[in-house]
């Protein structure tokens, strides 16, 4: 693998306007974050963590992430990170991600790839710490259509089957029947071998989707160090009580979140929206909305119900029952972990700006927020291609129809663009429009309306000499359009559609020690890369 080129992300079209601004560094947006994504930033980060974070809470992280991991063969250099837990100079990268089946989209592996190079260098900055990177698994999540297929070779793989509750809690029953399909699918090479290999080791050989996603994770990354982290643990919420106390009978994240996002509105589109209540109540094949009615503590399509003092009783013996939501999931995340930074996509990154006021009510630092890598895998073959018709990675980015336009108006043999001659047009009504106002201000009217006329019919008859020449060059649009379709499946980002199977199948283990050799977290811009 070799990086071929970087593009800034803002020129790809596929970030938002927030995200740009973040990378831009805009004042419209400094409120919303502490320190930035640069080693003077996480100088500071290192030093607000170390002073806020006890050494208590290192002690319980360090026995419940062995708890977690007494049934599983974690590499060595794993096994080392956790001990290195205890030490007061030793603090976390994190990432989070769905349960995906199989990892889902490739982009799975770039937030990976991205804790584990940033922990890396963290540590050739900072020799005198240590810095671990960590995957925090959405245990918790319900939300089962989201994760329950992966896409191989443009065919939708899927675990067909009903879910309630937390998805992590979910019986691996019925995932013989993928992995038939799935092996169906594959070629026979060593590659493919492996790969049939790790989704039977994953998922047949483990009792509910935590297990196989542990399993699965340490497999691909263990050997880098990456620790593994469920929140779904009681030992771990035991810590979260407080806040939980607070959210129950309070209310301050929803307090706080509005105050923000009533400011953050006024540039940029909110993400997430608060509850009242921003807490699940969690049980088997249960994970419903909390929600207050008349000095009531209900759960939401349930029978369970609970007085005030009836719930604290609950949060103090049970507190694994209570399950953040999307906005109250960060904090959790930053009272149980010395962390520094969080790594994660756009969506994420959007959601976390809401929060810094909630933290700094809590009394919690907030963490460095990071963009993840993003890249593009190409083959030679596509390259080749890319060349023969004198395409450039920067031309790929754009849409369908515009790329098809540019390259036929590039090779044909008449030149059917008439923007010189629109401009022509529109300086001349103008002119004349001017000359009526000199004149006869009566004809204004009637002259803009005759070059507003007169500009449409230069317009239709581009666009009719534009799908002329696309039916003449016919065989070279086909090969335009195929080329960008195996880049980006269904007109979205290869990242967010393409499971890492048929890459790895081509190249094997190449695929994770190439990321991790060409990807820098922190250069910030989309990687296109060669495989």
């Known amino acids: 693998m070799q990086k071929l080129k970087t593009i800034p992300f803002c020129k790809t079209g596929y970030f938002s306007k927030i995200i740009c601004d973040y990378l831009d560094k805009s004042e419209n947006l400094s409120e919303f974050y502490e320190n930035t994504p640069d080693m003077d930033g996480f100088k500071k980060q290192i030093k607000a963590k170390r002073e806020s974070f006890p050494d208590k809470a290192r002690k319980i992280l360090v026995n419940s992430l062995l708890k977690q991991n007494k ?61 671990v990177p960590v995957y925090w698994m959405a245990t918790e999540d319900h939300d089962f259509e989201e994760i329950k297929f992966f896409h191989y070779k443009n065919k939708e793989i899927s675990w067909n089957r009903d879910s309630n509750g937390a998805v992590g809690r979910l019986s691996s029953e019925g995932l013989n029947e993928v992995f038939e399909e799935f092996s169906r699918q594959l070629g026979k090479s060593k590659n493919a071998e492996y790969l049939r290999k790790l989704f039977h080791s994953s998922y047949l050989k483990h009792d509910n989707l935590t297990d196989a996603t542990r399993f699965l994770a ?57 509850r009242e209540i921003n807490l699940f109540y969690l049980d ?48 959790f995340q930053e009272v149980v972990l010395p962390n520094l930074c969080y790594i994660g ?17 809590q009394k919690v630092p907030f963490p460095v927020l990071l ?54 047009l529109k300086k001349m009504f103008l002119h004349l429009e001017e000359l009526s106002e000199n004149t006869d201000r009566s004809f204004t009217g009637a002259v803009k309306a005759q070059g507003k006329k007169q500009q449409n019919g230069l317009e239709n008859l581009e666009k009719r000499l534009l799908k002329a020449k696309k039916r003449k060059y016919k065989e070279i649009v086909n090969r335009i359009t195929d080329l960008q379709d195996g880049l980006f499946p269904n007109q979205i980002l290869q990242e967010r559609e393409a499971n890492f199977a048929e890459f ?11 990321l991790i050799q060409n990807l820098d977290p922190l250069l910030l811009e989309f990687d296109v890369v060669e495989i």
């Open 71 to 131: 049934n599983f063969d974690i590499p060595d250099k794993t096994k080392i990170n956790i001990q290195l837990l205890s030490k007061k100079d030793t603090f976390t990268v994190t990432t989070g991600h769905q349960l995906n089946l199989f990892t889902g989209p490739l982009y799975f592996l770039y937030k990976i790839v991205a804790t584990i190079n940033l922990s890396e260098r963290l540590k050739k900055e900072f020799p005198d710490c240590n810095f």
């Open 218 to 274: 340490n497999e691909l990354f263990g050997e880098h160090g990456l620790v593994i982290v469920n929140g779904d643990d009681k030992v771990l919420k035991k810590q979260f009580i407080p806040f939980v106390k607070e959210e129950l009978f309070d209310q301050t994240c929803f307090r706080e979140v509005s105050k923000a996002n009533e400011r953050l509105g006024a540039n940029y589109k909110i993400q997430v929206n608060p």
């Open 284 to 331: 088997e094949n249960v994970r419903e909305r909390i929600v207050v009615e008349n000095d009531s503590y209900n759960v939401l399509n349930t029978n369970i119900s609970f007085t005030k003092e009836q719930i604290l009783l609950e949060v103090e013996n049970n507190p694994e029952k209570f399950s953040p939501n999307v906005l109250m999931r960060p904090l």
């Open 345 to 361: 996509g756009g969506g994420e990154l959007s959601y976390w700006f809401e929060l810094k006021d909630y933290f700094e009510s």
């Open 371 to 424: 963009l993840r890598n993003s890249l593009m895998l190409i083959s030679e073959k596509q390259l080749n291609k890319m060349k023969k018709m004198d395409i450039k990675l920067e031309d790929l980015f754009l849409k369908q129809n515009d790329l098809v336009n540019k390259k036929v108006r590039h090779i044909s043999d008449v030149n059917i663009d008439l923007s010189d001659k629109k401009e022509q």
């Open 504 to 514: 790895y199948e081509e190249v094997g283990e190449e695929l994770i020690s190439g």
